[in-house]
């Protein structure tokens, strides 16, 4: 994350409730969202061996979902890289990546499964017999960012503050630009509070109402 997430925490006064992670990868951020008061904790990642050390790491901690988020129902490709430990991995085919990260091959694929976050978190609540109260949402997806918000207009109407990768250039085919993103959250009063470019064609952003 190119972002300080606690102080940004700190700094909008965002209550430590519950929060989604759609992308979470191996767990890295996790012990940050633990430190913070974060409770629950959901993470999705659909890759296998990333998802696996994910769960062999915060079982106890976390509730940890082998899906991506997505607008519908679906099996899709995933790209898969070794080279960045799968921290490039994306549910769309690389395009400038492969320019601006020469080292960085993607060398097999896999089938993931695709879930509306909406719809998640609808069974979530009913198998949990309560209400959950995620609050904040963190994004990490390789382009595909745009398609998580479509899948999860009911959630954006609880989330406070979100962190989410966004892009100013087609790093992947057809990836969502940063003014699509913009234009989608602020239909649920969000508006981009922070950019941190460091990426050059891509970056981290925090939306907040």
Known sequence: MLINFSQIIKDLKVEANGLIQVGAHIGQEVPLFLENGFDPILCFEPHSGSYKKLRESYKEKVICSNYACGEKFEDSC??????????????????????????????SKETVRICPLDKFIEF??????????????????????????????????????IFTEVNRA????????????DAYLKQFGFKRIITNWAGNTWGDAVYAK
């Open 170 to 181: 087609e790093l992947y085919e057809n990836c969502a630009q940063v003014d699509e993103v």
């Open 78 to 107: 995933l790209f898969v890289e070794t080279t960045n430990n799968g921290q490039s991995n994306s549910l769309l085919k690389p395009k400038l990546h492969l320019k601006q990260y020469p080292t960085i091959s993607f060398e």
């Open 124 to 161: 979530f609540d009913s198998i949990a017999n309560y209400q959950s109260k995620f609050n904040v949402l963190v994004v990490d997806v390789q382009g595909s960012e745009l398609a998580v918000f479509k899948g999860a207009n009911k959630t954006l109407l609880k989330i406070d503050c």
